[in-house]
């Protein structure tokens, strides 16, 4: 079964950063060819996509974080990270990391809380 571990959610002021990674227990030939995305779940809202890379390196964002986040892979270790810079409240919710499309509904993992307060 695929596993998606992410880590390096925290509590930041605004205007911070934080890094966001996921490891993804998949094969690595599966994983060099997947678009692979960040999602996120702030309170009360459904999850959405903000940023996804595909195999080659191409990268997508939503509107609200273009400029502010900037996704990352490391085919070889199996890695998606997140740059997220000029954090605002609006950014507080729990981020995932998954395929994009997501195949598995039950692949999602336990997410990463990020909360953004003075």
């Known amino acids: 079964q695929v596993q998606f571990v992410e880590s390096g959610g925290g509590v930041v002021q605004p205007g911070g950063s934080l890094r966001l990674s996921c490891a993804a227990s998949?094969?690595?030939?599966?994983?060099?060819?997947?678009?692979m995305g960040w999602y996120r779940q702030a309170p009360g809202k459904q999850r959405e996509l903000v940023a996804s890379i595909t195999s080659g390196g191409s990268t997508t964002y939503a509107g609200s974080v273009k400029g502010r986040f900037a996704i990352s892979r490391e085919n070889a270790r199996n890695l998606v990270s997140l740059q997220m810079n000029s954090l605002n409240p609006d950014d507080t919710a729990v981020y995932y990391c998954?395929?994009?499309?997501?195949?598995?509904?039950?692949?999602w993992g336990q997410g990463t809380q990020v909360t953004v307060a003075s």
């Open positions: 998949v094969s690595r030939m599966s994983f060099m060819i997947d678009t």
């Open positions: 998954n395929r994009s499309p997501v195949r598995d509904p039950k692949s």
